[in-house]
């Protein structure tokens, strides 16, 4: 997959002013987040499988696009996204729209790019800890992240439709993973 220019270097400062999030979107475009695969090349790591599933060689994108786990959490994102009325039921969500390299430049574009850089990094989180991505960690990440920039009036935008969703979530656990592998 191709970046599509400045657009997607510029997704996370449009979306969001926390650091962590910009830095993790820089890191992924410019693909330096350590895999498996990766790590098993340079001897840093026993295996080259999928942390999740345990069965493909873990690239970045099968990390995050096509690993079960990781489909699960997108599919879930995308009904999530539905429910929100940010995506329409025609509207599928391509694996280069979720993972930045062409981002949604509708006039949802807000809220659609944020919550598929939301879900990347909780990808990302849960491959550190080693625990499988549910839906249910995803949301309560969203809602402390809410929480967080709730007065910044530059990112406040994105929240007009997401935000009576994420309340329905239960309250933030101390991790960000629910069941460990």
């Avoid at 096509?66 to 959490?73: G, H, I, K």
């Avoid at 309560?140 to 009036?153: S, V």
Wanted: with cysteine; glycine share 2%.
């Amino acid at each position: 997959m191709r970046l599509t220019g400045n657009l997607s270097i510029s997704l996370a400062f449009e979306c969001t002013k926390s650091s962590k999030l910009r830095v993790f979107n820089f890191k992924f475009l410019h693909r330096c987040l350590s895999t498996n695969d990766f790590l098993y090349e340079t001897g840093l790591s026993d295996s080259e499988k999928c942390t999740f599933c345990k069965r493909e060689t873990e690239t970045l994108f099968h990390l995050f696009w096509n690993c079960e786990s990781t489909q699960l959490l997108w599919s879930n994102l995308v009904l999530w996204l539905q429910t929100c009325q940010v995506l329409t039921k025609n509207m599928p969500l391509r694996a280069d729209t979720a993972l930045g390299m062409r981002p949604d430049t509708s006039k949802l574009r807000l809220p659609i790019n944020f919550a598929c850089l939301v879900a990347k990094y909780h990808i990302w989180t849960c491959k550190q800890k080693e625990c499988s991505p549910h839906f249910s960690s995803f949301l309560r990440l969203l809602k402390n992240i809410c929480e967080i920039e709730k007065g910044n009036k530059a990112t406040s935008k994105k929240w007009e439709l997401l935000l009576p969703h994420i309340s329905q979530a239960k309250q933030p656990g101390a991790s960000h993973c629910c069941i460990a592998m």
